[in-house]
């Protein structure tokens, strides 16, 4: 055969100034790779903000050992673990009264909720001593011993811990979860399997009131220290779907999704919340080609589902970045699929996205290797404006969290309209969770363009209630009625009052909204 060979020359010092793709070779070592890649990431979570990282590759493209690592030298997923813990140090809230809930909320657990989860993690984790592992899984799967000892005390330096300012009350709760998404079905790691059922119950896909996704019924686990995080990731892992196929004998057949909840706790009294932050971490499963795979039966299957939320993945891709580009939008198929669906909010201004590629330098893999850089190519020109969520005030339930949050984001909104006017993507066939009458009054507080106005309008209704019960309640002397026209001329001054503020607010709305027009077609021009 023709020898052909490849050396790849490093970034000139003007080539990196200008931002260009960061490259690790070979010899980069895992550490390396974690400090270049996520420590960021990890930094802006423990600081409030949101955060998505996922392994994009061909199948046998070292995308988990990227995603987990061997024992020896610890991938981004247990490093993450460990920094985040090393961080807070002291600062952990070991109490389950306060659990997340749906997307960006969290609830309040009674005494016997708070029980029932003590009782779980005590059983999840008594399936460490029950567990025994094949040879092959343990290449991937051996994180941690029963005893607990840390396989990173000697591969994560000190200086890898993030500096956090908070105050002497500040402390931070910690919750995992860990779920599959399997032929297009998504699976929690973390429940028993029913005895004499073949897998898992699906779980479905579901959007709160402002169209965030979530997984309705996932488990999530309270965990004190990273040991305790990789015991919950080794069990999930045991649990994930994984065969041998002719080019990787242990090929991952499933999506997973390690997210990792932070609730920012001040312990004073009453424990109150004021931000709830995540870190998401993906490791997609590799394309395959069933020529090279020779797949047949269920993983012919499984390579089909698989390929396909790759490809609608890359559709949504291409189409934010031509949604960028031109004066015609495209609509973004994020509901194609569970995968896109699930991560859709990361790709509209919920948060940071990182993807780490993978490829094989392998000849025979040329073809699928040009597609993932073409696809990367694209992806690394994609531009996704977020907004941290601002901390939220002390509340007692999610429903009143979700509108404190939806209040903080209105006036986020008028700060940068242009960023949140990429996340209104919302069809159907969502389906929406919770409605109740705090929701109502959400809506009619986004109808409401002012807090003034929101004032006038309590005024309107405080004088028009006095009024029916004046009417009801009382007889009609001379008093009453000089008290009646009284207030009959205090509602006109207030209606007249509310009238002329809501005109001039709208005037300034409606000159706001001419700027930015007007800004977005120089933009495109």
């Known amino acids: 055969h023709l020898q052909v060979y490849l050396r790849i020359r490093p970034f000139s010092s003007a080539e990196s100034d200008n931002g260009e793709s960061q490259v690790y070779g070979p010899v980069t070592t895992q550490r390396e790779l974690f400090q270049g890649t996520v420590k960021d990431l990890v930094k802006d979570v423990l600081e409030g903000g949101n955060s998505l990282v996922f392994t994009y590759g061909v199948?046998?493209?070292?995308?988990?050992?990227?995603?987990?690592?061997?024992?020896?030298?610890?991938?981004?997923?247990?490093?993450?673990?460990?920094?985040?813990?090393?961080?807070?140090?002291?600062q952990v809230f070991t109490g389950m009264s306060i659990k997340p809930h749906r997307c960006q909320e969290f609830t309040r657990l009674t005494v016997e909720q708070q029980a029932e989860e003590v009782a779980f993690k005590r059983n999840f984790f008594r399936q460490l001593k029950e567990v025994t592992l094949s040879s092959r899984a343990t290449i991937f799967l051996t994180f941690v011993s029963i005893a607990g000892f840390s396989m990173l005390d000697t591969t994560v330096a000190a200086g890898d811990k993030i500096s956090v300012a908070v105050g002497a009350h500040t402390r931070f709760s910690v919750w995992v979860s860990f779920c599959e998404i399997y032929n297009e079905n998504i699976h929690d790691l973390l429940e028993v399997v029913p005895s004499g059922a073949p897998r898992r119950a699906a779980l479905r896909l579901s959007q709160d009131v402002k169209g965030n996704a979530f997984v309705k019924d996932l488990r999530w686990v309270q965990v004190n220290s990273a040991e305790e995080a990789y015991k919950v990731m080794k069990l999930g892992k045991k649990n994930q779907s994984f065969s041998s196929t002719r080019l990787n004998q242990l090929s991952s057949r499933s999506h997973s999704v390690f997210s990792i909840r932070i609730l920012r706790i001040e312990d004073i009294g009453t424990p109150r919340v004021h931000a709830v932050s995540e870190l998401c971490l993906c490791d997609l499963a590799g394309s395959e080609r069933c020529a090279k795979t020779q797949n047949i039966g269920e993983?012919?299957?499984?390579?089909?589902?698989?390929?396909?939320?790759?490809?609608?993945?890359?559709?949504?891709?291409?189409?934010?970045?031509?949604?960028?580009?031109?004066?015609?939008?495209?609509?973004?198929?994020f509901r194609e699929s569970k995968l896109t669906h699930y991560l859709q909010g990361f790709f509209?201004?919920?948060?940071?996205?990182?993807?780490?590629?993978n490829i094989n330098q392998c000849a025979s893999m040329y073809d699928e290797t040009l597609n993932v850089l073409r696809f990367s190519a694209v992806a690394?020109?994609?531009?996704?404006?977020?907004?941290?969520?601002?901390?939220?005030?002390?509340?007692?339930?999610?429903?009143?969290?979700?509108?404190?949050?939806?209040?903080?984001?209105?006036?986020?909104?008028?700060?940068?309209?242009?960023?949140?006017?990429?996340?209104?993507?919302?069809?159907?066939?969502?389906?929406?969770?919770?409605?109740?009458?705090?929701?109502?009054?959400?809506?009619?507080?986004?109808?409401?363009?002012?807090?003034?106005?929101?004032?006038?309008?309590?005024?309107?209704?405080?004088?028009?209630?006095?009024?029916?019960?004046?009417?009801?309640?009382?007889?009609?002397?001379?008093?009453?009625?000089?008290?009646?026209?009284?207030?009959?001329?205090?509602?006109?001054?207030?209606?007249?009052?509310?009238?002329?503020?809501?005109?001039?607010?709208?005037?300034?709305?409606?000159?706001?909204?001419?700027?930015?027009?007007?800004?977005?077609?120089?933009?495109?021009?």
């Open 380 to 525: 690394q020109k994609v531009v996704v404006l977020s907004i941290r969520p601002p901390p939220i005030l002390p509340q007692r339930s999610a429903s009143e969290v979700s509108f404190i949050i939806n209040n903080a984001d209105r006036k986020a909104l008028r700060g940068s309209r242009r960023s949140s006017l990429i996340g209104w993507d919302n069809s159907l066939e969502d389906v929406q969770v919770g409605w109740r009458p705090s929701h109502i009054m959400r809506y009619l507080t986004y109808s409401l363009v002012d807090t003034q106005i929101l004032s006038v309008f309590k005024q309107f209704f405080f004088v028009f209630f006095s009024l029916l019960c004046v009417a009801i309640l009382c007889p009609v002397p001379q008093r009453q009625v000089a008290l009646l026209k009284q207030l009959q001329v205090q509602l006109k001054k207030e209606r007249a009052e509310s009238l002329l503020m809501e005109a001039r607010v709208r005037e300034e709305i409606s000159r706001e909204f001419s700027e930015l027009f007007s800004e977005m077609q120089n933009d495109y021009k």
């Open 299 to 333: 993983r012919l299957k499984e390579a089909g589902n698989i390929n396909t939320s790759l490809l609608i993945l890359g559709k949504c891709i291409n189409a934010l970045r031509h949604n960028q580009q031109a004066k015609l939008l495209h609509h973004v198929p």
């Open 348 to 357: 509209c201004g919920r948060g940071k996205a990182c993807m780490i590629v």
């Open 59 to 90: 199948t046998n493209a070292g995308k988990t050992f990227t995603f987990l690592g061997p024992d020896a030298d610890a991938g981004i997923l247990p490093r993450s673990l460990d920094v985040i813990f090393s961080s807070i140090d002291e």
